[in-house]
């Protein structure tokens, strides 16, 4: 197939675009300078240009507690981007796979969240985010998919992990939450994910999916387990309250989700998320040290 990728230069459009070659697969891959998916005319030249079979859509507004006073431009990127592209994508007899967030459910459950349990995100990343799955919905039902992905870490740019790793380097102690709870995600594997679906869009798969790796944890539990594969000692991170970061955005406490859809349709089950981070780890800290001045 052709492939299209947009964000092409965040963490998980490079590992797209590197999952899609490995696969030889014939992989464009475009950047917000590329490509601006807010543009209905480059959105339109872009499809017209390189005649995607299927575009994944890896271009967002990320800056979650950003959103809440940039709520414009957050709603541009990650809600009317995605109905342009889907209407473009009609257009042009392409397939559209779309990656959203767990930010888009309240947060406050207590068992794993369904595909189709309701929306109600708490923030306005989430309710843009929302608001792209909406347009996707609307403009491309029978031949699109929404990926819904969460805590996600990879060996390209910023997170969570690559964060650990340079505070287990330079402090004694960290203090992580504990009162917040979901699922760490590796990028390359949502990236699989991504590739083993691709053919199926709009054939026999529509619609949401979850595609975070499985099992749970806090924060804090993921830090621990950063500091055990580092060689450090996991009690050098501290417990504490989500009271002691507060932010302009609300974190959801419970961002578990299941993957009941997944399982349904015979695609790869998704592995633990310690399994995923074992093997991502020596990666992401080679890369960390690497553009360490």
């Not at 889907?86 to 767990?102: G, M, W």
């Not at 924060?219 to 450090?232: H, I, N, Q, S």
Request: glycine share 8%.
């Amino acid at each position: 197939m052709r492939w299209l990728v947009t964000g092409a230069g965040g963490m998980l459009g490079r590992d797209v675009v590197e999952e899609l070659r490995a696969r030889d697969e014939r992989v464009t891959g475009l950047d917000h300078a590329a490509l601006d998916i807010t543009d209905p005319r480059a959105v339109d030249r872009a499809l017209a240009d390189q005649h995607p079979e299927l575009v994944v859509n890896c271009a967002a507004y990320t800056a979650v507690d950003d959103a809440e006073t940039d709520t414009e431009n957050a709603l541009r990127v990650n809600g009317d981007g995605p109905r342009l592209l889907a209407k473009a994508c009609a257009a042009y007899d392409a397939r559209l796979i779309h990656l959203s967030t767990d930010y888009v459910f309240a947060g406050d459950a207590r068992t794993p969240y369904a595909e189709d349990d309701p929306a109600a995100p708490r923030t306005a990343y989430g309710r843009t985010k929302l608001a792209g799955e909406q347009g996707v919905a609307d403009e491309l039902p029978a031949a699109s998919t929404v990926l819904r992905a969460a805590w996600l870490y990879g060996v390209h740019g910023r997170s969570f992990v690559r964060t650990m790793i340079e505070l287990e380097a330079g402090r004694d102690t960290v203090d992580v939450v504990h009162d917040q709870r979901g699922q760490p995600t590796w990028s390359a594997d949502v990236a699989a994910l991504i590739a083993e679906l691709g053919p199926r869009v709009g054939r026999d798969v529509t619609g949401v999916l979850h595609a975070t790796n499985a099992g749970e944890a806090t924060w804090y539990d993921l830090a621990r387990e950063v500091f055990r594969l580092l060689g450090a000692d996991p009690d050098r991170v501290r417990p504490v309250t989500s009271e002691a970061f507060a932010r302009p955005a609300a974190r959801p406490a419970y961002s578990v989700l299941a993957h009941r859809r997944r399982q349904r349709l015979g695609l790869t089950p998704p592995r633990d998320w310690r399994a995923a981070l074992n093997e991502a780890l020596p990666r992401i800290r080679k890369e960390t040290l690497r553009e360490t001045p």
